[in-house]
């Protein structure tokens, strides 16, 4: 076992994963937007989980780097998609994600 | 060790509180608790300025978007999510084939394990990094390597973030329409004049 | 590569007819009648030029002879230019020199034409893609101009777009025209394939290099010369061709353009001078279609039908000639035909001009009173075509009767010979029957075995033209159908075998056992049994007083193959009409519908019912799009658990 850490990397993942199947999961079954958008946070946040626990591993900082980079997209995608979640709600006059099908071919 | 675990369960159970709360809002307070669990975890693992990043972007900023946009939405008289639920059929057996492939995920990750091969790589590499080993993770040694070896990326994130705050404008910023050209500029403003005549004449 | 050199007479020669049609095609409104002068004038000043270039064609260069421009070269092989030399300058010179002739006597025969200017444009327009096509100095040139000289064919003969006849008669000869044309693209593709070049220099300067290719050439260029010059079985054409003008029928259906495949032939003659097997089939199918020509020509009545036979019988003794190797004697026929057969053309037109469109020589006779000048213009013509000594068909025809001969082809030999004698059989019918007993104009046609269907007279014209210029030209012609032979006397030693000294290779001759003066002598009493046997049917005092009863039963009389023309265009008809017919039926009626509708059909019905099917995918919905992208996910990731587990 590596000694920068205090577990083993695989519980590391193993946590990640089960925080990123979670989101997953909020995705897939709610239909409230604003939930499925913090799904995707949660999402975002698992791989930065990742992300650190292999930094502190090698002792490498680009692992930093990179989790700076998620939290920046993250940040633009959830302003984006509240955006888009405020002017669908001004038109349709709902948030269920299943009555918004325009796209419907 | 004992501090992953009881993060590890915090962060498991906000998780799942954020995913199955009723109303958006109990959501949002599921997520501060998760964020804030995460920015303990991330000064378990040396990274300083992360942690501090977490709270003030994701719980400072982020967070409170949500929450004005609930507030928004919320002014009005809908409900959220009142349809029948419109996914196929399908999506069943998609999700069995979703949750096998976990299970094979659990099975491979626990196969390979990063094990002696991941120590041995992890010596060598270490040793080139930009960080040094005493003072990995400080706000000094993440800031050298922000603004000496990544700066191309760090002014792409500028740039993304100008592009997303050029987006949302667009998208949500006001209600009249994008105008193109100041000629048409004029004429929709010539047409609004209009209207206002003919309304005050009537 | 073309040969260097600049005579920029050339241009002036080839161009100035192109600039004399864009002149009457765009001013015609303002220069109505005037138009006719403008064209003449142009392919007279071209004549001029000609003329004046007769040194320069004759003068040695080397290694080729004559005057050359070189225009531009586009690909490698491909260098374009104009060529004068001795064969193409008695081609140019026929051209302008009876084309002008020609237009002179239009501006008579088309005075009450109202367009008379399309008419000049046309003309002028055909004598520039003749000229293209004899001054080209390459294949390709030469293809362009003959493929010119068939559309103002066309043009001309449909002139009178009004008849419905006259423009089915168009199509035709450009269907069968086309033809050839196609017949000789391919030779030029093999040609530039084989040599690499399409110049005439250095296609004749490898001809060795074709090896068995060269009889494919050979064959294929005599496709386009036999469509061009209405040789069996391209010939149909012809006497429908007699529905434009009369002197459209002089100028390009006698004088010049159906003799655009001797030429071709004499231009390709080392081509020929290498495969025996090609001068054989040439000069076979020469000699078939000068005898058959000339039996069809005893069973017509129409005075320009009976000519435009006579033409396919005469060029049928050109090809003959230049066929077997005697590319002189073709040449010098071809040269005196030139004159007689347009006096004989534009003597006609007087006749029909005179008699208010009639053209019936049934409906004719007595007109030596009435037509004096045409009597004596047409006398001289006719005696010319028989082969009279003195006149210039004797010489001409002579040669090529010999020059068969000498070359080794007995046969054809004999059947020259045979088709003097009914040529000059079908010529004296003509002339006898036109010209002597009395005037049958007022009979009733049916009285003289004509169909109901057969042609009607038109209205007579209020206005007639000055008729000096109309019979100047054919006076010209006449003179030249008597002197035009004289340049041939001498033999080998005649100032036209003098002329062509450098153009043709001596080839091997065969001394024959008989001799010339013997031949001649065969030959004319073969042409006055002819013309005794067309006197005591026709010129008689006994035959000439029940004139309509004779002619009456004559009609009755004629032998079906020879009215029926062989039928050539019955079979023409039902090899090729009715097939490509059934063909079209068997397309339009099954393959459309059902295969190729069918199969566009069924493209439709396949992707629409495919578009349904991915349409179903869209489902609009936010969540099972995001399913989808999981679905791939997992995908990855059992991919990759995979590759982990085994290979490391």
């Known amino acids: 076992m590596d000694a920068s850490l205090p577990v083993a990397i695989t519980n590391y993942i193993g946590l990640s994963a089960v925080i990123f199947f979670i989101g997953v999961g909020g995705v897939l079954l709610r239909r409230n937007p604003l939930i499925m958008l913090m799904s995707i946070e949660l999402m975002w946040n698992a791989a930065n989980l990742l992300f650190l626990s292999f930094a502190k591993m090698w002792l490498n900082n680009a692992g930093h780097i990179f989790a700076f980079l998620v939290i920046t997209v993250a940040a633009a995608e959830a302003a984006i998609g509240l955006a888009i979640v405020v002017i669908v709600f001004r038109t349709a006059r709902n948030v269920d994600v299943d009555e918004v099908a325009l796209m419907k071919g | 060790m004992i501090l992953f675990w009881i993060l590890g369960v915090v962060l498991v159970a906000s998780a799942m509180w954020v995913v199955t709360a009723k109303k958006p809002i109990y959501s949002v307070v599921g997520l501060l608790a998760h964020f804030a669990a995460l920015a303990i975890f991330y000064f378990s693992l040396s990274a300083e300025f992360l942690a501090v990043i977490q709270i003030i972007v994701y719980s400072g900023a982020i967070l409170i978007l949500f929450l004005f946009v609930i507030a928004l939405l919320s002014s009005g008289t809908a409900a959220f999510a009142t349809g029948p639920n419109k996914m196929p ?102 047409d609004m004049r209009d209207a206002i005549l003919r309304a005050g004449e009537e | 590569m073309g040969v260097d050199g600049s005579y920029p007479m050339l241009f002036l020669i080839w161009l100035l007819p192109l600039a004399g049609a864009i002149a009457c095609w765009t001013f015609g409104p303002q220069l109505k009648r005037n138009a006719g002068w403008l064209g003449s004038a142009a392919i007279l000043i071209a004549f001029v030029a000609t003329l004046l270039s007769w040194g320069a064609a004759q003068q040695n260069g080397g290694q080729t002879v004559g005057a050359h421009q070189a225009l531009f070269s586009w690909l ?112 030029v593709f093999v040609l530039f394939a084989k040599v690499g070049s399409v110049g005439f220099g250095d296609v004749f300067a490898n001809v060795q290099n074709l090896g068995g290719w060269l009889i494919v050439v050979c064959v294929a260029l005599f496709i386009g010369a036999a469509a061009k010059s209405a040789q069996i079985p391209l010939h149909t054409w012809l006497p429908d061709a007699m529905e434009g003008p009369t002197p459209v029928s002089a100028l390009i259906h006698a004088a010049t353009m159906v003799t655009a495949g001797v030429y071709l032939i004499a231009r390709c003659w080392p081509l020929w001078n290498g495969s025996a097997d090609a001068q054989l089939l040439v000069g076979t199918i020469g000699g078939l279609t000068a005898l058959l020509g000339a039996l069809l020509g005893i069973a017509q009545w129409d005075i320009k039908r009976i000519l435009a036979y006579s033409t396919m019988s005469q060029i049928g003794y050109m090809i003959m000639g230049v066929g077997v190797g005697a590319y002189e004697a073709g040449v010098a026929h071809f040269f005196t035909h030139a004159f007689f057969k347009a006096c004989l053309f534009l003597g006609s037109g007087v006749i029909i001009h005179e008699l208010s469109d009639e053209q019936d020589i049934r409906r004719m006779g007595g007109l030596r009173k009435r037509m004096p000048f045409a009597f004596w213009c047409m006398l001289a013509a006719v005696l010319a075509i028989c082969g009279i000594p003195g006149f210039a068909g004797f010489y001409s025809k002579d040669r090529v009767i010999y020059g068969a001969l000498q070359h080794g082809h007995p046969w054809l030999y004999a059947v020259g010979i045979v088709t003097a004698g ?25 009285l003289l075995g004509m169909q109901p269907g057969e042609r009607e007279p038109h209205a007579a014209h ?181 590759i982990g587990g085994v290979a490391k």
Not at chain 3, 113 to 132: E, G, P, Q
Not at chain 3, 139 to 152: C, D, E, K, N, S
Not at chain 3, 477 to 493: D, H
Not at chain 3, 563 to 592: C, H, K, P
Request: one cysteine or more.
């Open chain 3, 422 to 446: 009914i040529t000059a059989y079908y010529m004296f019918r003509l002339f006898f029957v036109t010209f002597l007993g009395e005037y049958r104009g007022k009979v009733d046609p049916s």
């Open chain 3, 76 to 187: 490698p092989g491909f260098d374009f230019g104009l060529l004068l030399d001795p064969l193409s300058l008695i081609w140019v010179l026929i051209i302008t020199g009876v084309g002008f002739l020609i237009h002179l006597y239009s501006i008579g025969y088309m005075y009450t034409d109202n367009a008379i200017a399309r008419f000049f444009a046309y003309m002028n327009f055909f004598v520039f893609a003749m000229l293209t096509l004899v001054l080209s100095d390459n294949f390709v040139g030469l293809l362009i101009g003959w493929g010119l000289v068939g559309l103002a064919s066309y043009f001309l003969i449909g002139f009178w777009f009004f008849k419905p006849s006259a423009v089915a008669a168009a199509r035709k000869a450009f269907v069968i025209n086309v033809v050839g044309d196609v017949g000789i693209m391919f030779a």
């Open chain 3, 462 to 642: 209020a206005e007639h033209p000055p008729v000096w210029i109309m019979n100047v030209p054919v006076g010209i012609l006449a003179v030249f159908s008597v002197i035009g032979g004289y340049l041939l006397i001498g033999g080998e030693n005649s100032p036209w075998a003098k002329f062509f000294a450098t153009t043709f290779a001596p080839e091997l001759v065969v001394t024959p056992a008989i001799g010339e003066g013997l031949t001649t002598a065969v030959v004319l009493i073969c042409v006055v049994a002819g013309i005794l046997v067309a006197y005591s049917r026709y010129a008689t005092k006994a035959a000439l007083g029940d004139a309509v009863v004779r002619l009456q039963r004559e009609s009755v009389r004629l032998p079906a193959v020879l009215v029926n023309r062989y039928y050539f265009d019955d079979a023409i008809e039902w090899v090729f009409v009715r097939t490509s017919q059934l063909f079209g039926m068997l397309f339009g009626r099954v393959l459309d519908p059902h295969v190729i509708d069918g199969a566009v059909r069924e493209t439709v019905i396949s992707s629409r019912w495919l578009g349904a099917l991915v349409r179903s995918f869209q489902t609009g919905l936010v969540r099972a799009y995001a399913l989808v992208v999981v679905f791939g996910a997992a995908c990855f990731i059992v991919y990759y658990a995979l």
């Open chain 2, 89 to 190: 059929r399908a999506a069943i057996p998609a999700a069995l084939v979703v949750l096998i492939a976990l299970v094979f995920l659990v099975y491979g990750v626990s196969r390979t394990a990063f094990t002696a091969h991941a120590i041995t790589v992890s010596a060598t590499s270490a040793a080139g990094a930009v960080g040094t080993a005493n003072v990995f993770g400080s706000v000094d040694d993440f800031g050298k390597a922000l603004f000496t070896t990544n700066l191309l990326p760090f002014e792409i994130t500028a740039f993304i973030l100008m592009v997303a705050v050029i987006g949302v404008v667009l998208l949500a910023g006001d209600a009249t329409p994008y105008v193109a050209t100041k000629r048409r500029a004029r004429a929709v403003e010539r």
